[in-house]
């Protein structure tokens, strides 16, 4: 039997990373996911502690709490639940001392919300890519210089995109699309407030471009889209870079991806340290 090496007395020992109390914002197609696998312990290093959701709940394997009691037991909050999330609770969740984890993304296209939370603490806020990639590529390129243009094309179906301030004309050309349709061609800081459930990636791109004016966005409906595709075209004096990914929509929630309560996952892994990750 090999005998193992005691620990040279001038080396402390390796605390075990604390458990983080985890407390999930929303019990829908996004928050099912990430809750279930919270409770089954699939991310070590965090427990799902409770559930916030403003209609009464019955199967999640939680307690469902008010916000308020969550951040009185939670120091890292989960948020599945929109941008109106964001806007009303992230503020005051970074100052009781709770981390943020942010999925809808669209709400950080706000320079003044952006500006608080910059300046709120001591919790720290992160935010996922949800269905697209390439974003920590155009982080790093920023350190060359900056880009000098950056589109993102979405493609959806119809029925995903509309949205109460649609005019009766827009209105009747979804429903009765038979090909590509252009909704709406705007920058990252005006599309995400007109399709709250829907462009996110378009404000990750910003955020990963630090620029929202700069991002050119594209929303377009086809009735034909059988998966949701998103192209990033970026070019600088440094390079040009082309990203393009096509998820199949979630059957619960079509306005969203399959694969975006697995981003959020991944990102919790590596906010609470996950041995490998990186962020």
Request: charged fraction near 20%; charge should be neutral.
């Amino acid at each position: 039997m090999t005998a193992t090496p005691a620990p040279r007395p001038d080396t402390p020992a390796r605390s075990a990373r604390p458990v983080r109390r985890v407390g999930l914002v929303g019990w829908g197609a996004i928050g099912r996911v990430v809750g279930t696998a919270l409770a089954e312990g699939h991310i070590p290093g965090a427990e799902l502690t409770c559930v916030i959701d403003n209609r009464p709940l019955v199967d999640a394997p939680a307690p469902q709490l008010s916000f308020e009691d969550a951040l009185a037991v939670c120091d890292l909050i989960v948020e599945a639940a929109g941008q109106t999330v964001v806007r009303e609770w992230a503020e005051r969740v970074l100052t009781g001392g709770a981390d943020l984890l942010i999925a809808s993304t669209g709400a950080l296209v706000d320079p003044g919300l952006v500006d608080r939370l910059r300046a709120a603490g001591p919790g720290r806020v992160y935010f996922t890519g949800g269905a697209v990639g390439g974003l920590d590529l155009l982080q790093a390129v920023r350190g060359l210089g900056p880009l000098t243009s950056v589109t993102l094309t979405t493609t959806k179906l119809p029925g995903t995109l509309h949205q109460p301030w649609m005019d009766a004309g827009l209105t009747e050309r979804l429903r009765t699309a038979t090909g590509p349709v252009e909704v709406m061609r705007g920058t990252a800081r005006d599309v995400p407030v007109k399709f709250p459930r829907s462009t996110n990636v378009a404000a990750s791109v910003a955020l990963a471009t630090g620029d929202p004016g700069l991002v050119q966005v594209v929303v377009v409906a086809d009735p034909a889209a059988t998966l949701t595709r998103h192209v990033i075209e970026a070019a600088g004096e440094h390079g040009t870079y082309r990203f393009e990914v096509a998820h199949r929509p979630d059957a619960a929630n079509p306005a969203t991806s399959q694969v975006v309560p697995h981003a959020v996952l991944r990102s919790l892994g590596a906010v609470v340290g996950r041995a490998g990750q990186i962020l």
